[in-house]
């Protein structure tokens, strides 16, 4: 035991996921897993500052268990009351709101804004289940990335297979020649166990902890 | 005939695409397919402004046919001598360079601005075949038709079935409650013949057209 100061804090982790819940338990439970093990790993987690569905999920889960939590906001969405829950179902969600207002909550001026300071702020990005903002913000930082902006990794949590899609997006890009080979390592796909019916029990946030 | 002003000009169209070549002849073939369609239609072409690869291609078919192009290219890749070619292979490529400076150039701060440059300036957007920059753009107008900032349609030309995989995720994510199934009528996919064989005569361009 040293009682100097902690030099090697562990960086902050950007979430990129959806304002929908899904149809899916595993989804949520997957989030939670990813929250929690933030708190625990000590790791603050960046995100889009929603209190609904997978973002609600995750930041949720990370508040609850002593995580620091910082949401970046554009301030349009701010004025009209925060993003959108698009889809409701039957999902069964333990949102801890009465640790909500720990949340520190950055203000920024437009979309663009709250990619780039997301990116910043964090040393790791992790793909949640979302859709299309999700998928633009994934692969945003994973260009950055490509092009030497940054060197951070991209996790995909492999839930249910969401991600399978977009590997095969990249495999035959690479296949056609429009990715280069190299450029596969940016993104760590996490797929948990084979048989799906493993991924409720699974714990998602040691297995991206492991791969950032 | 008219002798009044025409104010049905069509309006211009924004190409993403990559800076290689790919594989196959039948990217090169799609794309010049769709640069001289859009010349032969008159309507603009708005593109990232490089001269290599598919970006190379569908430009110069559209100058070469006496379409109007215009290239919005950020600062630091003017200065850096261009978007690199990242793959090199025997595809035969006929690239206008004579009529290249007639070219317009926009150069823009950032990367950012370029997206945004391109969008305001056009009415629909093309996603031929590229890589991670192609996959973000073409993912990052079509977040921006879903929020409404802008009601633009984005066609993507899956020749070779290249966008297959595009369509997977969002219809899996649809099925999965993340994207609303409304917002499947943002992207539209522009098929060509069920048989690959059929690609290289295909006339992409028109096909295009009438998908706007
Ligand atoms: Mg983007």
Redesign the interface.
Known sequence: MSSQPDNTQPGAVAVYC?S?????QE?ATAAQSVGKSLAVANRPLVYGGGSKGIMGIVSGACLENGGKVTGIVPYAMVTAGGEGE??Q?NITVHLNEVGREKTETIVVAS??ERKVEMAKRSEAFVGL????????EV??V??WT??GIHKKPVILVNV?S??E??R???D??I??????PI?KE?IVFVDGPANHEEHAGFDWGSAVLRAI
Do not use: C, D, R
Not at 129 to 136: C, D, V
């Open positions: 959806g929908s819940t899904g149809t899916h989804f698009k889809t179902n979309m663009h289940p979302g859709g299309f903002g999700t998928f633009e692969l945003e994973t260009t490509q092009l249910l969401f991600w899609p977009l095969q997006l990249v035959s890009s296949a056609y020649g429009f990715i280069k450029s940016i």
